[in-house]
């Protein structure tokens, strides 16, 4: 069964940074390009960034380019994503997402989510 | 940046009925295009992709047309668990955008 397993949200005040964790299981993590998203409370869905099997390709939303990292760690079976300089308009829910669709880009499977609250 | 428009916003519909879906992009998107269902408190689920093509485990009662700028989502006959809200995303190019949602209510 596929599982994805986020962590590390929480309170962080504007300006701060926070690493978001998403641990994978039950598929091969190395063969698949991953995603995370994010929904503002009440809000609609966002996609925040996009990245390959190897790590080679990455992609960010113009909202967080320059101040969000993705990354992966194969060996691990995990997904992460550093967030530095937050403000208040971060504060969503972030979920991971395998992008498991041969000739597409989105996600199969999710993650429940993790909660970013950014606030003074 | 491709503009995802969803209409309407909230569908009343009662159960057993059919609901009528539509999401048009800004500019063509091909047939790349995927629907998911979000219930309260959950994360999406995938439904639809390549417009038309159910994912695993996904009823037959849903079913996706369209191509282009316009697409639509149909639920043939609403159950319980079909009380959702609906997004569309496509994935023609970068970046990635969703539809504002449509929210199926009972009626």
């Known amino acids: 069964e596929v599982q994805l397993v986020e962590s590390g949200g929480g309170l962080v005040q504007p300006g701060g940074s926070l690493r978001l964790s998403c641990a994978a299981s039950?598929?091969?993590?190395?063969?698949?390009?991953m995603i995370w998203f994010r929904q503002a409370p009440g809000k609609g869905l966002e996609w925040v960034s996009y990245i390959t099997t190897s790590g080679r390709q990455i992609y960010y939303a113009d909202s967080v380019r320059g101040r969000f990292a993705i990354s992966r760690d194969n060996a691990k079976n995990s997904l992460y994503l550093q967030m530095n300089s937050l403000r208040a308009e971060d504060t969503a829910v972030y979920y991971c997402?395998?992008?498991?669709?041969?000739?597409?880009?989105?996600?199969?499977?999710w993650g429940q989510g993790t909660l970013v609250t950014v606030s003074s | 940046e491709i503009v995802m428009t969803q209409s309407p916003a909230t569908l009343s519909v009662s159960p057993g009925e059919r609901a009528t879906l539509s999401c048009r992009a800004s500019q063509s998107v091909s047939s790349n295009l995927a629907w998911y269902q979000q219930r309260p408190g959950q994360a999406p689920r995938l439904l639809i992709y390549g417009a038309s093509t159910r994912a695993t485990d996904i009823p037959a009662r849903f079913s996706g047309s369209g191509s282009g700028t316009d697409f639509t989502l149909t639920i043939s006959s609403l159950q319980s668990e079909d009380f959702a809200v609906y997004y569309c995303?496509?994935?023609?190019?970068?970046?990635?955008?969703f539809g504002g949602g449509t929210k199926v209510e009972i009626k």
């Open positions: 995303q496509h994935y023609n190019n970068w970046p990635l955008t």
């Open positions: 039950g598929f091969t993590f190395s063969s698949y390009s």
């Open positions: 997402a395998r992008d498991g669709v041969p000739g597409a880009t989105l996600g199969d499977y």
